[in-house]
């Protein structure tokens, strides 16, 4: 009998408040938690399915909400860091992203009680000697590529890599220690697997692209946002496109995903399988790290 195959459904631990659809919008919100009860759900879901993944958190949460990130390292998933503001990387100049980077490690890591080596960027915005910056920040992988079809007003075009590799597979200047691992595409179609793709083409979509590449070897990487598992509010000026299929929709969706017959695990352990991850496996000596 074959292996289960393992997948990492990821999440990126940010509110609607954070996300660009938002913040350049006409419109404005009171309730600037909107999101949070999808936090609740996830951690639900996980735990239900018995599911362990890498939560990549902006760290102003852990400020104003400490007693969330505290849940989730406790139920046994691994911290990551979005950076603590969620601003995009390459509208910043190099001393405040250094500092992004640097704070919202030190945050997490005091709020979680645990290592936070992995980093993802906001809407996979990366700047000239990102992952320079990550080494200097004391990470040791990145989860920012995305090896997509350019996408017009979107991302791609700039990326192949397609399963865990050297950072330096991606940019010929980085640090050789940083270990990438990049968010799945559909092969062939090369679209994303998740996020608004999950939304636009719905769960068959995404559970084929998962098979798919586990045919071939490759373990899917998911990742969904925590707003997209509650009824947004209506703003003016917020794309139509966000609102797609948000709500009770999406929590069918993962449900449906969370149902295959994959194994879920972090991205921390993914690296560790493939030997790209620096880190002493006993550090911490937390369920989250594993």
């Known amino acids: 009998m074959s292996e289960t195959p393992q997948a990492v459904l990821s ?4 509110l609607f408040r954070h996300t660009p659809a ?3 919008a006409s419109g404005t919100m009171a309730d600037e938690t ?3 009860d999808g936090v609740d759900f996830l951690q639900s879901a996980f735990e239900t399915h018995d599911v362990s993944t890498t939560w990549f958190t902006v760290s102003e949460l852990a400020e104003t909400n400490p007693t969330a990130v505290e849940s989730i390292a406790k139920g046994g998933h691994e911290i990551g860091s979005h950076t603590r503001t ?3 990387l390459s509208e910043l100049d ?3 992203r250094r500092e992004e980077l640097r704070t919202s490690r030190e945050t997490l890591e005091a709020v979680s009680d645990a290592p936070v080596t992995g980093f993802r960027a906001p809407a996979f915005d990366i700047a000239p000697g990102h992952f320079q910056d990550l080494a200097a920040a004391g990470y040791e992988y990145d989860s920012s590529v995305v090896a997509s079809r350019s996408i017009p007003g979107w991302y791609g075009g700039e990326f192949e890599l397609v399963e865990p590799g050297p950072a330096i597979a991606v940019w010929d ?4 220690e940083i270990a990438e691992l990049p968010t799945s595409v559909m092969p062939g179609l090369r679209l994303p697997l998740t996020g608004t793709w999950l939304r636009f083409f719905g769960p068959r979509y995404t559970i084929l692209g998962m098979r798919l590449l586990a045919r071939r070897g490759v373990v899917p990487v998911l990742y969904v946002h925590p707003w997209e598992f509650v009824d947004l509010p209506s703003i003016e000026g917020v794309p139509k496109r966000v609102y797609w299929h948000t709500g009770a929709w999406m929590r069918r969706a993962i449900e449906r995903i969370l149902a295959t017959d ?3 695990v972090t991205a921390r352990k993914v690296l ?3 030997d790209l991850d620096t880190a002493d496996p006993d550090q911490g000596a937390s369920e989250a790290t594993k």
């Open 11 to 14: 999440v990126d631990f940010e």
């Open 94 to 96: 190099s001393e405040t």
């Open 86 to 88: 969620h601003r995009l």
């Open 34 to 36: 909107v999101g949070l």
């Open 173 to 176: 200047s980085a640090p050789p």
């Open 262 to 264: 994959f194994e879920f």
């Open 22 to 24: 938002y913040r350049t």
């Open 272 to 274: 560790r399988q493939t």
